[in-house]
Protein backbone atom coordinates (compact mmCIF):
# COMPACT_ATOMS: atom_id res chain seq x y z
CA UNK A 1 0.00 0.00 0.00
CA UNK A 2 1.22 3.47 -1.03
CA UNK A 3 2.53 4.94 2.71
CA UNK A 4 -0.47 7.18 3.80
CA UNK A 5 2.52 9.42 4.86
CA UNK A 6 1.41 11.24 1.72
CA UNK A 7 -2.20 11.13 1.65
CA UNK A 8 -2.92 14.44 0.17
CA UNK A 9 -0.63 13.28 -3.27
CA UNK A 10 -2.54 9.95 -3.08
CA UNK A 11 -5.70 11.41 -3.27
CA UNK A 12 -4.32 13.79 -5.73
CA UNK A 13 -3.58 11.15 -8.15
CA UNK A 14 -7.00 8.98 -7.48
CA UNK A 15 -8.74 11.75 -8.36
CA UNK A 16 -7.41 12.12 -11.92
CA UNK A 17 -9.19 9.01 -12.70
CA UNK A 18 -12.94 10.74 -12.01
CA UNK A 19 -15.27 13.58 -13.13
CA UNK A 20 -16.05 15.04 -10.18
CA UNK A 21 -16.57 13.29 -6.93
CA UNK A 22 -14.15 14.87 -4.96
CA UNK A 23 -15.95 14.97 -1.41
CA UNK A 24 -17.33 11.69 -1.65
CA UNK A 25 -13.73 10.14 -2.85
CA UNK A 26 -12.07 12.28 -0.37
CA UNK A 27 -14.38 10.70 2.77
CA UNK A 28 -14.37 7.35 1.10
CA UNK A 29 -10.02 7.29 0.78
CA UNK A 30 -10.10 8.56 4.22
CA UNK A 31 -12.01 5.74 5.80
CA UNK A 32 -10.13 3.09 4.10
CA UNK A 33 -6.80 4.99 4.69
CA UNK A 34 -7.80 4.61 8.44
CA UNK A 35 -8.29 1.07 8.09
CA UNK A 36 -12.17 0.91 7.84
CA UNK A 37 -14.44 -0.85 6.43
CA UNK A 38 -17.44 0.90 4.71
CA UNK A 39 -20.91 0.97 2.79
CA UNK A 40 -21.52 3.40 0.39
CA UNK A 41 -25.26 4.22 0.17
CA UNK A 42 -27.00 4.51 -3.54
CA UNK A 43 -28.68 4.43 -6.91
CA UNK A 44 -26.35 2.40 -9.81
CA UNK A 45 -24.36 4.14 -12.07
CA UNK A 46 -23.25 6.66 -9.23
CA UNK A 47 -19.70 5.98 -9.97
CA UNK A 48 -18.87 4.00 -6.98
CA UNK A 49 -17.25 1.28 -8.50
CA UNK A 50 -15.32 3.84 -9.92
CA UNK A 51 -14.31 5.32 -6.84
CA UNK A 52 -13.23 2.18 -5.25
CA UNK A 53 -11.18 0.97 -8.52
CA UNK A 54 -9.35 4.27 -8.39
CA UNK A 55 -8.22 3.33 -4.85
CA UNK A 56 -7.25 -0.27 -5.37
CA UNK A 57 -5.84 0.60 -8.61
CA UNK A 58 -3.40 3.26 -6.72
CA UNK A 59 -2.64 0.98 -3.93
CA UNK A 60 -1.80 -2.39 -6.17
CA UNK A 61 -4.87 -4.39 -4.72
CA UNK A 62 -7.33 -6.43 -6.02
CA UNK A 63 -10.86 -4.93 -5.82
CA UNK A 64 -13.24 -8.54 -5.93
CA UNK A 65 -16.83 -8.22 -6.40
CA UNK A 66 -19.54 -10.38 -4.75
CA UNK A 67 -22.97 -9.70 -5.11
CA UNK A 68 -25.13 -9.74 -2.39
CA UNK A 69 -28.27 -12.14 -2.92
CA UNK A 70 -29.86 -15.41 -1.56
CA UNK A 71 -27.68 -17.68 -3.28
CA UNK A 72 -24.55 -16.19 -1.15
CA UNK A 73 -23.65 -18.85 1.29
CA UNK A 74 -20.81 -18.51 3.88
CA UNK A 75 -19.53 -21.61 2.01
CA UNK A 76 -19.49 -19.30 -1.35
CA UNK A 77 -18.10 -15.87 0.75
CA UNK A 78 -15.61 -18.46 2.44
CA UNK A 79 -14.58 -21.12 0.43
CA UNK A 80 -15.20 -24.70 0.47
CA UNK A 81 -12.67 -28.32 0.02
CA UNK A 82 -12.57 -29.55 -4.14
CA UNK A 83 -15.11 -32.12 -3.76
CA UNK A 84 -13.47 -34.76 -6.15
CA UNK A 85 -9.86 -34.19 -4.27
CA UNK A 86 -11.65 -34.60 -0.80
CA UNK A 87 -12.65 -37.81 -1.89
CA UNK A 88 -8.96 -39.03 -3.30
CA UNK A 89 -7.43 -37.35 -0.21
CA UNK A 90 -9.61 -36.66 2.34
CA UNK A 91 -10.05 -32.68 3.41
CA UNK A 92 -6.79 -30.81 4.20
CA UNK A 93 -5.18 -27.33 2.99
CA UNK A 94 -3.81 -27.86 -0.28
CA UNK A 95 -7.32 -28.63 -1.71
CA UNK A 96 -9.34 -25.71 -0.63
CA UNK A 97 -10.94 -23.34 -2.54
CA UNK A 98 -10.53 -20.30 -1.48
CA UNK A 99 -13.86 -17.94 -1.34
CA UNK A 100 -13.64 -13.88 -2.38
CA UNK A 101 -13.36 -13.32 1.63
CA UNK A 102 -10.69 -15.41 2.30
CA UNK A 103 -8.79 -14.21 -1.12
CA UNK A 104 -9.37 -10.47 -0.49
CA UNK A 105 -7.57 -11.15 3.01
CA UNK A 106 -5.12 -13.09 1.87
CA UNK A 107 -4.44 -10.85 -1.12
CA UNK A 108 -5.36 -7.94 0.69
CA UNK A 109 -7.70 -6.05 -1.63
CA UNK A 110 -11.00 -4.25 -1.55
CA UNK A 111 -13.82 -7.31 -1.28
CA UNK A 112 -16.59 -4.90 -2.50
CA UNK A 113 -20.64 -6.78 -2.03
CA UNK A 114 -22.97 -5.09 -4.30
CA UNK A 115 -26.43 -5.13 -3.27
CA UNK A 116 -25.29 -6.24 0.74
CA UNK A 117 -28.57 -5.59 1.77
CA UNK A 118 -29.96 -8.87 -0.18
CA UNK A 119 -27.53 -11.07 1.43
CA UNK A 120 -28.97 -13.84 3.85
CA UNK A 121 -27.81 -12.62 7.63
CA UNK A 122 -25.94 -15.67 8.32
CA UNK A 123 -23.60 -14.57 5.24
CA UNK A 124 -23.46 -10.89 6.48
CA UNK A 125 -22.57 -12.61 10.41
CA UNK A 126 -19.38 -14.38 8.74
CA UNK A 127 -18.18 -11.07 7.78
CA UNK A 128 -18.36 -9.76 11.81
CA UNK A 129 -14.73 -11.91 12.99
CA UNK A 130 -13.03 -10.55 9.86
CA UNK A 131 -14.23 -7.08 10.48
CA UNK A 132 -13.52 -7.04 13.78
CA UNK A 133 -10.29 -9.08 14.16
CA UNK A 134 -8.93 -9.31 10.37
CA UNK A 135 -8.91 -13.29 10.75
CA UNK A 136 -11.23 -15.82 10.67
CA UNK A 137 -10.77 -19.51 11.40
CA UNK A 138 -11.50 -22.05 8.39
CA UNK A 139 -12.36 -25.14 9.67
CA UNK A 140 -9.72 -27.74 8.16
CA UNK A 141 -7.76 -25.23 7.09
CA UNK A 142 -6.66 -22.85 10.09
CA UNK A 143 -6.18 -19.41 10.74
CA UNK A 144 -6.51 -16.78 7.76
CA UNK A 145 -4.74 -13.45 8.87
CA UNK A 146 -5.80 -10.46 6.94
CA UNK A 147 -3.11 -8.35 5.00
CA UNK A 148 -3.15 -5.17 6.90
CA UNK A 149 -4.88 -3.39 3.39
CA UNK A 150 -8.15 -5.79 3.67
CA UNK A 151 -11.11 -4.11 3.75
CA UNK A 152 -15.14 -4.95 3.51
CA UNK A 153 -16.63 -2.60 1.17
CA UNK A 154 -20.59 -2.59 1.01
CA UNK A 155 -22.81 -1.03 -1.12
CA UNK A 156 -27.25 -0.63 -1.20
CA UNK A 157 -29.67 0.78 -3.16
CA UNK A 158 -31.51 2.82 -0.72
CA UNK A 159 -34.62 2.92 -3.61
CA UNK A 160 -35.31 -0.98 -3.98
CA UNK A 161 -36.46 -2.12 -0.73
CA UNK A 162 -37.54 -6.14 -2.66
CA UNK A 163 -35.94 -8.15 -1.57
CA UNK A 164 -34.01 -6.73 0.96
CA UNK A 165 -33.30 -7.58 4.35
CA UNK A 166 -32.70 -5.32 7.38
CA UNK A 167 -28.77 -4.69 9.00
CA UNK A 168 -28.59 -6.48 12.11
CA UNK A 169 -26.72 -3.59 14.90
CA UNK A 170 -23.66 -5.84 15.02
CA UNK A 171 -23.59 -5.85 11.47
CA UNK A 172 -24.29 -1.82 10.72
CA UNK A 173 -22.06 -1.01 14.17
CA UNK A 174 -19.01 -2.45 12.12
CA UNK A 175 -19.41 -0.47 9.06
CA UNK A 176 -18.86 3.45 8.39
CA UNK A 177 -21.69 4.69 5.68
CA UNK A 178 -21.22 7.48 2.81
CA UNK A 179 -24.41 8.46 1.26
CA UNK A 180 -23.45 8.90 -2.45
CA UNK A 181 -26.18 10.24 -4.52
CA UNK A 182 -26.30 11.42 -8.56
CA UNK A 183 -24.04 14.23 -9.53
CA UNK A 184 -24.93 17.69 -11.10
CA UNK A 185 -25.94 18.02 -15.10
CA UNK A 186 -22.15 19.67 -16.06
CA UNK A 187 -20.75 16.76 -13.93
CA UNK A 188 -22.74 14.10 -16.04
CA UNK A 189 -22.38 15.84 -19.06
CA UNK A 190 -18.91 15.48 -18.47
CA UNK A 191 -18.70 11.92 -18.00
CA UNK A 192 -20.85 11.56 -20.97
CA UNK A 193 -18.67 12.98 -23.17
CA UNK A 194 -15.61 11.51 -21.79
CA UNK A 195 -17.39 7.78 -21.52
CA UNK A 196 -18.44 8.54 -25.84
CA UNK A 197 -15.87 11.03 -26.95
CA UNK A 198 -18.90 13.35 -28.25
CA UNK A 199 -17.47 15.95 -30.17
CA UNK A 200 -19.11 18.42 -33.03
CA UNK A 201 -22.34 20.12 -32.92
CA UNK A 202 -24.06 17.15 -32.88
CA UNK A 203 -22.20 15.45 -30.70
CA UNK A 204 -22.23 18.10 -27.87
CA UNK A 205 -26.17 18.35 -28.51
CA UNK A 206 -26.41 14.57 -27.84
CA UNK A 207 -24.64 15.30 -24.77
CA UNK A 208 -27.15 17.52 -23.39
CA UNK A 209 -30.38 16.32 -24.56
CA UNK A 210 -29.21 12.65 -23.24
CA UNK A 211 -28.34 14.16 -20.02
CA UNK A 212 -31.73 16.23 -19.85
CA UNK A 213 -33.69 13.44 -20.64
CA UNK A 214 -32.12 10.73 -18.39
CA UNK A 215 -32.04 13.06 -15.66
CA UNK A 216 -35.93 14.31 -16.02
CA UNK A 217 -36.41 9.96 -15.60
CA UNK A 218 -35.15 10.44 -11.66
CA UNK A 219 -37.92 13.08 -11.49
CA UNK A 220 -41.20 12.04 -13.03
CA UNK A 221 -43.64 11.17 -10.24
CA UNK A 222 -44.48 8.05 -11.80
CA UNK A 223 -41.32 6.61 -11.88
CA UNK A 224 -39.99 4.75 -8.48
CA UNK A 225 -36.24 4.69 -9.49
CA UNK A 226 -35.24 6.48 -12.57
CA UNK A 227 -31.78 5.69 -14.67
CA UNK A 228 -28.14 6.43 -14.07
CA UNK A 229 -25.76 8.02 -16.16
CA UNK A 230 -24.85 4.58 -17.77
CA UNK A 231 -28.38 5.63 -19.50
CA UNK A 232 -27.21 8.30 -21.12
CA UNK A 233 -24.05 7.36 -21.85
CA UNK A 234 -25.83 4.17 -23.90
CA UNK A 235 -28.50 6.60 -25.12
CA UNK A 236 -26.15 8.86 -26.70
CA UNK A 237 -24.07 5.90 -28.40
CA UNK A 238 -27.73 4.47 -29.65
CA UNK A 239 -28.29 8.26 -31.27
CA UNK A 240 -25.17 8.49 -32.87
CA UNK A 241 -25.39 4.94 -34.65
CA UNK A 242 -28.84 5.86 -35.47
CA UNK A 243 -27.52 9.19 -36.86
CA UNK A 244 -25.20 7.62 -39.09
CA UNK A 245 -27.45 5.09 -40.62
CA UNK A 246 -30.21 7.60 -41.49
CA UNK A 247 -27.48 10.39 -42.82
CA UNK A 248 -28.14 12.96 -39.92
CA UNK A 249 -25.49 15.16 -39.53
CA UNK A 250 -27.09 18.68 -38.53
CA UNK A 251 -28.41 18.58 -34.94
CA UNK A 252 -31.01 21.34 -36.32
CA UNK A 253 -32.64 18.94 -38.75
CA UNK A 254 -36.01 18.21 -38.75
CA UNK A 255 -35.16 14.24 -38.34
CA UNK A 256 -33.06 14.75 -35.05
CA UNK A 257 -35.77 14.80 -32.28
CA UNK A 258 -37.47 11.92 -33.57
CA UNK A 259 -34.48 9.74 -34.01
CA UNK A 260 -33.51 11.21 -30.46
CA UNK A 261 -36.79 9.66 -29.25
CA UNK A 262 -36.17 6.04 -30.49
CA UNK A 263 -32.41 6.10 -29.36
CA UNK A 264 -34.74 6.58 -25.58
CA UNK A 265 -36.88 3.97 -25.55
CA UNK A 266 -34.16 1.74 -26.88
CA UNK A 267 -31.28 2.79 -23.95
CA UNK A 268 -33.64 4.21 -21.13
CA UNK A 269 -36.85 2.02 -20.84
CA UNK A 270 -35.32 -1.24 -19.61
CA UNK A 271 -33.30 1.44 -17.06
CA UNK A 272 -36.57 3.20 -15.52
CA UNK A 273 -38.55 1.83 -12.66
CA UNK A 274 -42.69 2.52 -12.97
CA UNK A 275 -44.43 2.97 -9.25
CA UNK A 276 -46.54 -0.09 -9.08
CA UNK A 277 -49.59 2.03 -8.08
CA UNK A 278 -48.75 4.19 -11.12
CA UNK A 279 -50.90 2.37 -14.73
CA UNK A 280 -48.09 3.78 -17.04
CA UNK A 281 -45.67 1.84 -19.00
CA UNK A 282 -41.67 3.27 -19.19
CA UNK A 283 -42.35 4.16 -23.08
CA UNK A 284 -44.95 6.61 -22.36
CA UNK A 285 -43.12 8.04 -19.75
CA UNK A 286 -39.97 8.44 -22.14
CA UNK A 287 -42.77 9.64 -24.80
CA UNK A 288 -43.86 12.28 -22.22
CA UNK A 289 -40.43 13.25 -21.50
CA UNK A 290 -39.40 13.69 -25.06
CA UNK A 291 -42.08 15.78 -25.41
CA UNK A 292 -41.17 18.18 -22.83
CA UNK A 293 -37.59 18.31 -23.95
CA UNK A 294 -38.39 18.78 -27.83
CA UNK A 295 -42.06 19.71 -28.17
CA UNK A 296 -43.08 21.96 -25.22
CA UNK A 297 -39.68 23.69 -24.39
CA UNK A 298 -38.02 22.97 -28.06
CA UNK A 299 -35.00 26.20 -26.49
CA UNK A 300 -33.60 24.16 -24.24
CA UNK A 301 -33.05 21.60 -26.74
CA UNK A 302 -31.39 23.78 -29.41
CA UNK A 303 -27.72 23.31 -29.52
CA UNK A 304 -25.60 26.39 -28.09
Known amino acids: MQDTTDLAA???RIASHLVGRERELELTFAAVAAGRDIVLEGPPGTSKTTMLKAITDEWGIPLLFVEGNADLTPAKLVGH???????????SPDNFVAGPLVEAMQKGGFLYIEEFNRAPEDTLNTLLTAMADRRIEVPRVGLIV?????RVI???NPFDNVGTTRLSTSVSDRLNRLAVGYQDAEAEEGIVRLRTGAS???GE????????VTRATREHPDIRQGS????????????RELAVIRGLTDPADEGYPPLFYDAMVVSLSGR?????AAETTPELVLREIWEDRFILNPAAAEPG
Not at 81 to 91: K, T
Open 228 to 239: SVRGAIDCLLVA
Open 205 to 212: RMVSDAVA
Open 146 to 150: AEPTF
Open 272 to 276: IHPDE
Open 154 to 156: ASM
Open 81 to 91: HNPARVLREDY
Open 200 to 202: GAL
Open 10 to 12: TRG
